[in-house]
């Protein structure tokens, strides 16, 4: 075990952990954030996306020793009130189904609209290639990223 500084949704953490524990348990078991998902464990689905440094990675094969400074935000600390454009865009265009896959479908989205703002369907379909929905939405999920593409994130 060893103790481990962690700056999650812009709060200042301490956690007491394996070197080797994924990033996603540290999330959901230490932290009580619950809203990003495990899914495969290998970085195949995107269920367990999050953002350190504002970058998509998956938390499930990233290790809480290789964090160090970074800044990591999940789902809750996108916005207070499900309020971010991404998230609006989401509720206007019925994507959620299921609901599992949710939260790594807004957090792939979000980081790619902040590297790119006017995406092409070619780019977001390259882009959230690697985010698996079971339920099938990927048209509404298209459409909802093009729609917060009009608001500046």
Known sequence: MAKFKLK?????????VDPTTPVLWVI?????????????????CGACTI??????????????????????TT?????????HPVQKAWLEHDVPQCGYCQAGQIMSATALLK?????SDE?????????????GTYTRIKA??????????
């Open 144 to 153: 909802a990223i093009k729609t917060a593409s009009k608001n500046k994130i």
């Open 8 to 16: 999650v949704n812009s709060k200042s953490l301490e956690v007491d």
């Open 115 to 119: 590297a790119n703002n006017n995406p």
């Open 75 to 83: 789902i809750e600390g996108l916005s207070e009130n499900a309020d």
């Open 28 to 44: 959901r078991d230490h932290l009580n954030l619950l809203g990003t998902k495990f899914g495969c464990g290998i970085a195949q």
């Open 123 to 135: 780019e977001i379909d390259s882009y959230m290639n690697g985010n698996i929905c079971r339920c």
């Open 51 to 72: 953002h350190m440094n504002g970058a998509a990675v998956r938390s499930c094969v990233l290790p809480v020793s290789s964090v160090g400074d970074s800044e990591l």
